[in-house]
C-alpha cells in the first residue's frame, strides 16, 4: 500500500509530536502522516525513570495527545528505506509513503550489554521497556543497574524508593564521573549509599545469563552477581542508519543547518538524531533530552511549513535523585573549570563551567526557575572568573 503527505515524520517519539503539532498551527489543511517503529502513540519519555515510579504519573497520562493534530499515525511500522530521489521511504511491511517534505525523528537507541535483551536483561528506553523492568521491580527483589550516568543514576534512585535492593555498576570511579566537580561526586555517591544502594565501581559487565529466575552477572573484576534482573542505561546513539543509506550528511547525527534541514533542502532532522550547531556555545553538538526533542521538533515543523527562521535555543535538561533535583544548560565537563557557588554544600547551589574566561555550562543543583539566566550567561562573552561568577545567578529561598 502506498500513502502519500505533504509532510511525512520518520519517528514517532516527542520531537515528531511537537513537529506535528507545529506543523497544524502554521498549515491548517495539510496532510501530515507519523511513521513509528514502537506500537504506542507518541509519549513523554522522561516520567519513564522518574514520576512513574513515584507515583506522581499513570501510564495512561503520559500520552501526548498527538492525533489532535490531525496527523494519521502509523504505529509498529519500522521504515527501512529512503528514496530521496523519489521522495518515498518503505517500512518493512513493503508499504510506501511518498511525501512532500520528510523530517526524519528516529531518535537513538540503547549502546548494550553483551547479553540478550530478554524478560530480565532490559535495555532501557521505551515505555515497554519500563513495563518489563516495572514486573520484577517488587519490593526485596534484588536488580542491577548497569550505568552510572544520567539514566543508571534516575534509575537506580527509583528502584531504590519503591523498596528493591539495588546495586549500581559502573565503570568509573563515582556516579555522573565527567560531569560533577570531585566534592559533589563523592557526595552523591555517599548520598545514594546511605539509601541503600550498593556501589561497585570501576568495574564492567563481561558477561552473562539468564534463567527462570535470574540473571547471573560476571564482572570485569571476576566477581559475580546474582540479581532478579538487570537494567543498562549506558547511554546512547543516534538512529542515523536510515539517513545514512540515503547519503545524507551525517557526524554524529544527522547534519543539520541553522533551519534544522539536513543536506537534502526536502528533509529535516530533530531531536537526538540532529547535529546542530548552538551560537551561545559557537560548536556543534547533539543533545538527548526532552526539552532538545520538544524544541527541535517544534522548530523543523514551522520550518518545514515555511514558518520558521534559525533555531537558537541552547536545550536544558533536569534529573531527579531522590529528593535531590537539578536543571542543567550546556557543557557539564569536569574537564573544564568547576567554579562552585553553594548556599548549602552540594544540596543547593550553582556550579559553572568555565572554558578560557567564558561559560560552557550550568549546573542549578536544587535552585529552580534559573534556566534562562543561564542561558544567558552562556551567550555571554565574558571574560568571567571565579569572583565574577559568585551569587551571578540567585539560588532562591
Not at 515497554?128 to 552510572?148: K, P, Q, S, T
Request: glycine share 12%.
Amino acid at each position: 500500500m502506498e500513502h502519500e503527505y505533504d509532510y511525512l515524520i520518520v519517528g514517532g517519539g516527542m520531537a515528531a509530536d511537537a513537529a506535528a503539532k507545529a506543523i497544524r498551527a502554521a498549515d491548517a489543511t495539510a496532510g501530515i502522516g507519523i511513521v513509528g517503529a514502537e506500537a504506542e502513540a507518541p509519549y513523554e519519555r522522561p516520567p519513564l525513570s522518574k514520576a512513574l515510579w513515584k507515583g506522581d504519573k499513570s501510564l495512561g497520562s503520559i500520552d501526548l495527545g498527538t492525533a489532535a493534530s490531525g496527523a494519521r499515525l502509523h504505529l509498529g511500522r519500522r521504515v527501512e528505506a529512503l528514496d530521496r530521489a523519489a521522495r518515498r521511504v518503505r517500512d518493512a511491511r513493503g508499504d510506501s509513503y511518498r511525501y512532500r517534505r520528510l523530517l526524519l525523528a528516529t531518535g537513538a537507541m540503547p549502546r548494550r550489554l553483551p547479553l540478550a535483551d530478554d524478560d530480565r536483561v532490559i535495555h532501557f528506553r521505551t515505555v515497554d521497556d519500563y513495563r518489563r523492568l516495572r514486573a520484577h521491580a517488587v519490593a526485596g527483589a534484588h536488580v542491577a543497574v548497569i550505568g552510572g550516568g544520567f539514566i543508571g543514576s534516575e534509575l537506580a534512585a527509583s528502584l531504590a524508593g519503591v523498596g528493591c535492593r539495588v546495586t549500581m555498576l559502573f565503570p568509573a570511579r563515582s556516579i555522573g564521573s565527567g560531569r560533577y566537580p570531585d566534592g559533589l561526586a563523592t557526595f552523591l555517591d555517599d548520598y545514594f549509599r546511605a539509601r541503600g544502594v550498593e556501589l561497585l565501581a570501576g568495574v564492567k559487565v563481561v558477561e552473562g545469563r539468564t534463567d527462570d529466575t535470574g540473571v547471573e552477572l560476571v564482572l570485569s573484576d571476576g566477581r559475580s552477581l546474582r540479581v532478579a534482573a538487570a537494567v543498562a542505561g549506558l547511554g546512547v546513539t543516534p538512529n542515523t542508519a536510515l539517513a545514512a543509506q540515503a547519503g545524507l550528511a551525517v557526524d554524529d547525527g544527522v547534519v543539520v543547518d541553522a533551519q534544522l534541514r539536513s543536506s537534502d533542502p526536502n528533509i529535516w532532522a530533530a531531536g537526538d538524531l540532529a547535529n546542530f550547531f548552538s551560537p551561545s556555545l559557537g560548536r556543534r553538538l547533539r543533545v538527548e533530552h526532552e526539552n532538545a526533542a520538544v524544541e527541535m521538533g517544534g522548530h523543523a515543523g514551522r520550518a518545514m511549513a515555511g514558518a520558521g527562521g534559525e533555531f537558537t535555543t541552547l536545550p536544558y535538561f533536569y534529573s531527579d535523585l531522590f529528593d535531590l533535583g537539578y536543571e542543567a544548560v550546556g557543557l557539564l565537563d569536569a574537564r573544564l573549570q568547576p567554579v562552585e557557588d553553594w548556599s548549602e554544600p552540594h544540596r543547593k547551589g550553582v556550579v559553572y563551567y568555565l572554558d578560557g574566561g567564558r561559560v560552557r555550562g550550568v549546573l542549578l543543583w536544587n535552585v529552580w526557575g534559573q534556566v534562562e539566566a543561564a542561558r544567558t550567561l552562556i551567550a555571554q562573552e565574558g571574560p568571567f572568573d571565579a569572583a565574577s561568577l559568585r551569587g551571578r545567578i540567585a539560588h532562591g529561598d
